[in-house]
């Protein structure tokens, strides 16, 4: 009788470590969940207005990073995150985001504010190549020092009614854009451009460079 007793005491409490297992389980999904949709509003176009060019593109990087984890609660969405910072290129990002994420929740992830903000497909090229580059359909100039020129006429491109008479009435998510590069300019220059470019879903730039 003891023995028989016993098992059923081992039998309740499997079946009870067992739900609390699945208990846990379903819980642990929903603040994936719930992480997942944190990490997405981080990069919501209002959440960015007050870019400015001070930053540069290591201390924006920097930035985002820090944005997403605070946002974030769980361990692993931490983890996720530092993950996607070693991502090579711009292109690989939201596809690998995609499948990390739902890893964690169990269903697919979607977040155009992501996709816009990493969207850009460049293409980046010599002068002496550039014959070969398809034509633009809209050229801006980075000049040194952080200066910016459309056809040779110097632009804030952080003053938002310059940018929506200059470019953003001119520009369409289809236009090819090509952006042009003076000798020295350093790259961290085009990331105030693409954040902005980005935002307005625009999807081919090709990006030429003197040096």
Do not use: H
């Amino acid at each position: 009788m003891n023995k028989k007793n016993t098992g059923c005491v081992v039998r309740v409490q499997f079946v009870f470590v067992l739900l609390l297992l699945l208990v846990s389980c379903d819980s642990g999904t929903e603040k994936y969940k719930q992480d997942a949709k944190a990490f997405c509003d981080v990069f919501a176009v209002e959440n960015w207005k007050e870019f400015k060019s001070e930053l540069s593109f290591e201390e924006l990087n920097d930035l985002v990073i820090a944005r997403s984890k605070s946002a974030v609660k769980t361990k692993a969405f931490s983890a996720l995150i530092e993950e996607l910072d070693k991502v090579e290129f711009f292109r690989d990002l939201s596809p690998t985001a995609k499948g990390k994420i739902q890893e964690l929740t169990g269903e697919e992830w979607s977040c155009p504010d992501y996709e816009k903000f990493y969207q850009l497909t460049i293409r980046k090229a010599s002068v002496s190549s550039e014959a070969n580059s398809k034509v633009s359909e809209f050229q801006i100039e980075i000049g040194a020092q952080g200066r910016y020129f459309i056809q040779g006429k110097e632009i804030d491109i952080y003053d938002d009614v310059v940018w929506g008479k200059e470019i953003s009435s001119k520009v369409t998510p289809d236009t090819l854009l090509t952006i042009n590069m003076q000798s020295g300019v350093n790259d961290e220059q085009l990331k105030p451009l693409f954040i902005r470019l980005s935002a307005m879903g625009v999807k081919n730039v090709q990006v030429i460079s003197e040096d």
